[in-house]
């Protein structure tokens, strides 16, 4: 919980031309909603990662805005087509304004 | 039930006697009106209708904290057949939004998965809106036993 958040993203290594892949992503979080509050009765206040976006060679693949009821750990399940061999990049914001990011290449037989 | 419930519970938020649920504040769950005002502006006024979006939760959520949960909309995802934005809300927390994700022609297919919080049974709301205005929608209840724990 104190170390930083640490990112994790599993993609397939190779794809034919133009198929559709499964992409898994995670990052460690606590995603502090905002309304708990600690021993001494005071809110804990709100500190979430509230965007997640994947970019294929500078192309927009999925992005999601995320709320406090997105659970700790935010995981992200979903699919990309894959016209030609390339990199995803992967990119996380928090609430804080630091941006934290991963990259996975894949190639294309 | 519902107010009698929300009375029990707000008695019981100063004792803290549910201490670790994240979206357990003391005070008022979603309104009605929250919802249907969020629905509203994602669907600019539009009815949703039912159809095309499926949206995959349990029926009993073991652990409130952490509920998995997937839409999948049924669409090409290439040319004028286009899934823009999916909403995902939650009619019993304390704020109803939950996530909204963005597909592009580069998404292969309109589908995601995610794990979210419930503070307590409710439902779990997906719309879906289309490249020409359309809007889609599905419900699912999901049961929760015990609100969250742990940490």
Same mark, same amino acid.
């Given at each position: ?109 | ?25 003391? !005070?008022?769950?979603?309104? #009605?009106?929250? %919802?249907?005002?969020? *629905?509203?502006?994602?669907? &600019?006024?539009?009815? +949703? ?25 049924? !669409?090409?995802?290439?040319? #004028?057949?286009? %899934?823009?934005?999916? *909403?995902?809300?939650?009619? &019993?927390?304390?704020? +109803? ?30 719309? #879906? ?23």
């Amino acid at each position: 919980m104190a170390s930083a958040p640490k990112p994790r993203v599993k993609v397939p290594k190779t794809a034919s031309a133009g198929e559709v892949i499964v992409i898994k992503t995670l990052i460690s979080h606590e995603m502090e909603s905002g309304q708990r509050k600690d021993k001494d009765g005071n809110p804990i206040p709100r500190k979430i990662i509230n965007k997640f976006s994947c970019v294929f060679n500078g192309q927009p693949v999925f992005s999601c805005d995320l709320d406090p009821a997105v659970s700790a750990n935010p995981y992200f399940e979903f699919s990309a087509r894959v016209p030609e061999s390339g990199t995803f990049t992967f990119t996380w914001v928090d609430d804080d304004g630091s941006v934290y990011t991963d990259e996975q290449s894949i190639k294309v037989e | 039930m519902t107010l009698s419930r929300r009375r029990v519970l707000m008695l019981a938020a100063g004792a803290a006697a549910i201490p670790a649920l994240q979206l357990f504040p003391g !005070s008022s769950f979603a309104a #009605a009106e929250d %919802v249907a005002k969020m *629905m509203a502006d994602f669907s &600019g006024g539009k009815e +949703p209708q039912t159809g095309k979006i499926t949206l995959t939760a349990p029926e009993i959520a073991e652990n409130g904290n952490t509920v998995p949960i997937s839409v999948d909309v049924d !669409s090409a995802m290439d040319g #004028a057949d286009m %899934v823009d934005a999916v *909403m995902i809300l939650a009619d &019993g927390n304390p704020r +109803p939004e939950v996530a909204t994700f963005h597909f592009t022609a580069m998404s292969g297919s309109a589908a995601a998965t995610t794990r979210m919080r419930l503070a307590r049974t409710q439902n779990v709301i997906a719309l #879906a809106r289309m490249a020409d205005g359309s809007v889609y929608m599905d419900k699912k209840e999901v049961k929760v036993t015990i609100g969250g724990c742990g940490g």
